[in-house]
């Protein structure tokens, strides 16, 4: 009865979402395939024997009416609200069903600490990530390789994001900021997210793909970009790739112009013989064996690229920030009064040694701006084996998340936790000490290896934005968050500037 149940919903649903009827036959059938997910775990529900005959309980669940869709509409609607009010009822650990998965949450600093420790193997992130990333990025790379040769690879492109590299970074973003805000003139409103977002493939292209990639970017090249970046939504995640949407179709043929123009470049600067000092060199000369084998380094290096163009995590923060100055006129103030005592009366053309190093309270307001508004709201592993944690016993097959977000604001680590408060970071102990009370890049083997490059991004962007203009919220709309983008950017994000006179 209850899988009858099901695949009644997924076909009205399905039937409501398509109207073509190849593709509804093709989405029945995942939809098929997908509740067989929901339905074959029902059975086992309860306690868990571990091996030698051990009986353990499993996390505490939230049962749903809804067969098949579980949760995912209240979730979907407001999943920060839906987890800490199930922090409040069942603790820091607990599992739920959305489309025929379960997930369970590890919430708070300790309960977090069993994904961050954990190995590979046990929680593992290929299983969860891979059929998002390996059509954006490319085969090779990442999750589509085993992990010891995605930590080779992340330690060798790490090499590549050093402090001589941001010293030449910072004036390559310098001027492309100027240079691109110059059509916002002298005062308007305009949309800061998209700007933004524009700006930093352009910043993120030329720091990291070197001059010649960066000098191809047109406005179909964005296009493509954004095509690719498309990739990275909820029907990705949650549907096979072989179905023939819209949006998976631009991605891959998104993927395959911009691997072309990789190709081309890269092969142009070899037959040239002319050396660079940047990433794409980096990559062009790696002979790691286990990293980029010779045979495939013509098939990751493109790969590799891509993967370090993680433009909408940077755009996203970039724009919260601006939302957050804008909101705060005292603190505005303050980074402006900032750039004056680094930067000198005159503000001297930014640099990487004297000025942006010294940049304190603009590197703790985009601190607070990933405390609050960090673009990774849930990282995920997939449960091999079965995992214990706060007196409950994982089961394989579960979806394990951590989420940055709720961790950041939770009231037992936390004071004062949903203001924006720059200056809690001139204390010790922010978070009552707890190790992973805040983790906007992540922690273990899968931390983040980009975030020193954001932090001379977004503060090189900033620096030259505060010193254009000044911000102001429209009649005081402050920008709801967009849950239904994977990365949870502003709703509605239009700002109000105006030339500074000096
Ligand atoms: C504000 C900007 C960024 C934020 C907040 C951010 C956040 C994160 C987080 C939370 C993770 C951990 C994912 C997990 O454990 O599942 C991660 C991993 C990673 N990030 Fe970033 N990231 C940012 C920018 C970048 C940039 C600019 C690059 C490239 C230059 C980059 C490259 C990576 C890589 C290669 C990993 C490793 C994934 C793994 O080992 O599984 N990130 N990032």
């Given at each position: 009865r209850e899988m009858l149940g099901v695949l009644e919903i997924c076909g009205s649903l399905l039937g409501r979402v398509t109207a073509d009827s190849p593709l509804s036959i093709l989405l029945a059938a995942s939809a098929f395939v997908l509740s067989l997910g929901y339905l074959l775990p029902l059975g086992s529900r309860g306690l868990l024997t571990l091996p030698g005959g051990i009986l353990t309980k499993y996390p505490p669940y939230i049962s749903?009416?809804?067969?098949?869709?579980?949760?995912?509409?209240?979730f979907g609607k407001s999943p920060i609200e839906f987890l800490e009010n199930a922090y409040e009822k069942y603790g820091p650990v607990f599992s739920f069903t959305m489309v025929?998965?379960?997930?369970?949450?590890?919430?708070?600093?300790?309960?977090?600490?069993?994904?961050?420790?954990?190995?590979?193997?046990?929680?593992?992130?290929?299983?969860?990530y891979s059929r998002l990333t390996t059509p954006v990025f490319g085969k090779g790379v990442a999750y589509d390789v085993p992990n010891p040769v995605f930590l080779e690879q992340k330690k060798m492109l790490?090499?590549?994001?050093?402090?001589?590299?941001?010293?030449?970074?910072?004036?390559?973003?310098?001027?492309?900021?100027?240079?691109?805000?110059?059509?916002?003139?002298?005062?308007?409103?305009?949309?800061?997210?998209?700007?933004?977002?524009?700006?930093?493939?352009?910043?993120?292209?030329?720091?990291?793909?070197g001059k010649e990639i960066r000098s191809l970017l047109?406005?179909?090249?964005?296009?493509?970009?954004?095509?690719?970046?498309?990739?990275?939504?909820?029907?990705?995640?949650?549907?096979?790739?072989?179905l023939p949407l819209p949006s998976f179709r631009r991605r891959d043929r998104a993927h395959r112009e911009i691997k072309n123009i990789f190709y081309k470049v890269i092969q142009k600067r070899r037959q040239s013989g002319e050396r660079e000092d940047d990433m794409l060199q980096t990559l062009m000369d790696v002979t790691y064996k286990l990293a980029f084998p010779l045979r495939a380094a013509a098939v990751s290096t493109p790969a590799a690229l891509r993967?370090?163009?993680?433009?909408?995590?940077?755009?996203?923060?970039?724009?919260?920030?601006?939302?957050?100055?804008?909101?705060?006129?005292?603190?505005?103030?303050?980074?402006?009064?900032?750039?004056?005592?680094?930067?000198?009366?005159?503000?001297?053309?930014?640099?990487?040694?004297?000025?942006?190093?010294?940049?304190?309270?603009?590197?703790?307001?985009?601190?607070?701006?990933?405390?609050?508004?960090?673009?990774?709201?849930?990282?995920?592993?997939?449960?091999?084996?079965?995992?214990?944690?706060?007196?409950?016993?994982?089961?394989?097959?579960h979806q394990v998340c951590v989420s940055?977000?709720?961790?950041?604001?939770?009231?037992?680590?936390?004071?004062?936790?949903?203001?924006?408060?720059?200056?809690?970071?001139?204390?010790?102990?922010?978070?009552?000490?707890?190790?992973?009370?805040?983790?906007?890049?992540?922690?273990?083997?899968?931390?983040?290896?980009?975030?020193?490059?954001?932090?001379?991004?977004i503060k090189t962007i900033w620096s030259t934005l505060l010193r254009l203009y000044e911000f102001d919220l429209i009649n005081g709309y402050f920008p709801t968050v967009n849950y239904t983008t994977m990365i949870h950017t502003p709703d509605k994000p239009v700002i109000r500037y105006k030339?500074?006179?000096c």
């Open positions: 749903s009416t809804i067969p098949f869709l579980g949760h995912a509409v209240a025929g998965k379960t997930f369970t949450y590890l919430l708070g600093s300790d309960a977090a600490a069993l994904m961050f420790n954990s190995k590979n193997e046990d929680l593992n992130a290929e299983d969860v790490k090499t590549g994001l050093n402090i001589a590299q941001f010293k030449q970074h910072v004036p390559i973003i310098e001027k492309e900021t100027q240079e691109y805000f110059k059509s916002w003139g002298e005062s308007g409103e305009r949309n800061l997210f998209e700007a933004l977002s524009e700006l930093i493939i352009l910043t993120a292209s030329h720091c990291l793909h047109s406005e179909k090249v964005a296009q493509l970009y954004a095509d690719l970046d498309g990739g990275f939504t909820h029907a990705a995640w949650l549907l096979p790739g072989w993967m370090l163009n993680l433009d909408e995590t940077s755009a996203s923060t970039s724009a919260w920030l601006g939302f957050f100055l804008a909101r705060d006129k005292s603190i505005q103030e303050q980074c402006y009064a900032e750039q004056k005592a680094v930067g000198g009366e005159d503000l001297k053309p930014l640099n990487y040694e004297q000025q942006l190093k010294d940049l304190n309270m603009l590197d703790r307001c985009l601190k607070e701006t990933l405390r609050l508004r960090p673009p990774i709201m849930t990282m995920m592993r997939m449960a091999r084996t079965p995992q214990t944690v706060a007196g409950f016993t994982v089961p394989p097959g940055p977000t709720v961790n950041h604001r939770l009231k037992d680590s936390w004071i004062e936790s949903l203001e924006f408060k720059p200056d809690r970071y001139l204390q010790d102990n922010p978070a009552a000490g707890e190790k992973f009370a805040y983790v906007p890049f992540g922690a273990g083997r899968h931390r983040c290896i980009g975030e020193n490059f954001a932090y001379v991004q030339k500074r006179s």
